[in-house]
């Protein structure tokens, strides 16, 4: 009997823990830093996988703003930032660092934050330390190494959270190309892709229904509220370049609700908040009247407050001040036009990886090599490789950033992570060339060796030979 019970309690055990596992949800996202816009003064991000509904990030590195194009340079006594927003109640399990360093410094730590209170914390360390890499991986070789780092913390109880990359004390730097966050949504929580939504314009012959989510848009400006409407009590205008790829959480989005009055509807924006008014040019949050009544048409839609001596809701440019939407019971501005939110940008697949070279002899003293294969289409969403080595006594890879470590041949395999595409290289580690690129008889012409694409290339007396000694 109690060998029956053991049993029968060990099977509950086990599935209790199928069950509590299929209870936890893994999600993912990387966030590739592009380029800064000095238009629009901030960093232009590209990113693939799945967040928080409603969610947004954006990313700051003063450093980086300032000095042309290394935007994604963190130096001694500097930081950058990734802040979130809209996450609370996800648990972040990993945090991956896309990042090279300088030839032989530059140290990083990294730290999150919860609002103010700090939930992990790694103080700044060589790059080359066990810490992080291992080793140096100079930005010359213009590849990346990804860097994992293990979290056990609690979920984001806040709005704004945000991951902190740091610069070290010392001279040097670390240049940020990446960050991949691994991490737990909260219960019940809707996962959506950080791509944009396409909007469909409407019509005098379109219909509404409870649940539509609708943009108001006029003259390339949509309806936000970045002023606080309790003070301006009108919707300030935002530029959107294209109604069919929106991408910024700042544009309010309304969702329809029906009321039992025919005709009438409630627009709840993605914040929870209810558009009323309470008088001409008086919109509110949570308050006043808070039923509209939408009627489409060519020219715009006529959405009226249903105490009618509020009046309508209407683009309007004053010379004097910034383009705004607001209730006006004249007749002279323009309305906005409605737009439903249709279906989201679908992430570009990648369709071909391709090595320079499918075959590259080295020698053993180069010590690395930079492999950079090309993806197409150049707009690939997910830009991210899987790499390994099927003979890492010989040679190992990070990145595209292959360790040589022994006399041999290895295979190096490259695969994108949203598996539209692979490729191969057969590596050759060959016996050292012996030539060195430190001084040599001022008489003669430098013996050298440089990274030419993937491969090394030694010039000698002003000639160019391969590791392998043939001319080329």
């Not at 100079?138 to 979290?151: A, E």
């Not at 309010?252 to 039992?260: A, D, I, P, R, V």
Request: aromatic share 10%.
């Amino acid at each position: 009997m109690n060998i029956i019970n053991n049993i029968a309690g060990k099977a509950i055990a086990v599935v209790t823990f199928l069950v509590s596992s299929l209870c936890v949800h893994a999600a993912e996202v990387t966030y590739r830093i592009v380029e800064f816009n000095k238009t629009t003064d901030d960093f232009t991000i590209a990113a693939s996988g799945m967040v928080p509904k409603d969610s947004w990030v954006y990313f700051e590195n003063k450093f980086g703003a300032t000095t042309g194009n290394r935007y994604n340079q963190i130096p001694r006594n500097n930081e950058a930032a990734l802040h979130l927003e809209g996450w609370q109640g996800c648990r972040i399990k990993s945090i991956t660092l896309s990042m090279c360093s300088n030839n032989k410094a530059g140290q990083a730590g990294l730290s999150v934050y919860d609002d103010k209170e700090q939930l992990y914390n790694l103080h700044p360390d060589d790059f080359a330390s066990d810490t992080w890499f291992g080793q140096w991986v100079s930005k010359d070789f213009g590849v990346y190494v990804d860097i994992t780092k293990q979290l056990d913390i609690r979920a984001i109880q806040t709005e704004e959270a945000r991951i902190v990359v740091k610069g070290g004390t010392s001279e040097g730097s670390v240049y940020l190309n990446a960050i991949t966050i691994d991490y737990e949504e909260a219960q019940d929580m809707v996962l959506e892709s950080p791509l944009g939504w396409i909007y469909e314009k409407l019509t005098q012959k379109s219909t509404l229904f409870e649940g539509d989510e609708i943009m108001l848009f006029r003259n390339g400006c949509a309806a936000t509220d970045l002023g606080g409407m309790e003070e301006s009590h009108y919707l300030d205008a935002v530029s959107v370049a294209s109604t069919q790829d929106v991408d910024r959480h700042d544009v309010l989005c309304f969702t329809l609700g029906k009321c039992e009055e025919p005709n009438l509807w409630t627009m709840t924006n993605q914040f929870g908040e209810v558009l009323g008014a309470t008088g001409k040019q008086a919109l509110v949050w949570n308050e006043g009247s808070t039923k509209w009544e939408i009627s489409l048409g060519y020219e715009g839609a006529a959405i009226t407050n249903a105490n009618k001596n509020y009046g309508t809701i209407r683009y309007n440019t004053p010379a004097e001040s910034y383009a705004r939407f607001n209730v006006y019971t004249s007749t002279s501005m323009p309305l906005p036009f409605v737009y439903r939110k249709s279906k989201q940008i679908e992430p570009e697949m990648s369709r071909s990886l391709t090595f320079d070279d499918t075959e590259l002899t080295v020698g053993l003293d180069a010590g690395h090599i930079a492999l950079r294969p090309t993806i197409m289409p150049k707009t690939t969403t997910d830009k991210r490789i899987r790499w390994s080595s099927d003979n890492e006594k010989v040679a190992t890879v990070n990145g595209g950033y292959v360790t040589l470590v022994g006399l041999g041949t290895t295979t190096i395999s490259a695969a994108t992570v949203d598996g539209g595409a692979d490729a191969k290289l057969k590596l050759t580690v060959a016996e050292p060339t012996g030539i060195s690129a430190t001084g040599v008889d001022a008489k003669k012409r430098p013996s050298y060796k440089i990274l030419d694409g993937n491969r090394i290339v030694i010039y000698v007396n002003g000639k160019k030979y391969g590791v392998n000694g043939i001319n080329l």
